[in-house]
């Protein structure tokens, strides 16, 4: 069991930090890292979905890096 699956609250609280930004390239938010269809299923997904959310987020966060240039 991944280290986020056992630390993350009831509800799971949403990874979103207000830079809604698409990465057209990796299909990532560039503010959370979610993918869109991992967004839309977020406000009627259960914990264990949310939870593995956050883990993949948190693998995507050690390859993903976004240029800084617009």
Known sequence: MSEVTNILPSPV???CVS???MDTER????GCLRTIP???AWG???????????AELAQRRLTVHFDEEE
């Open 38 to 40: 991992e967004i839309v």
């Open 44 to 54: 009627k997904a259960d914990d264990d979905f949310k939870r593995a959310v956050w």
């Open 27 to 30: 299909r990532y938010c560039m």
């Open 13 to 15: 609280p949403s990874p």
């Open 19 to 21: 830079l809604c930004k």
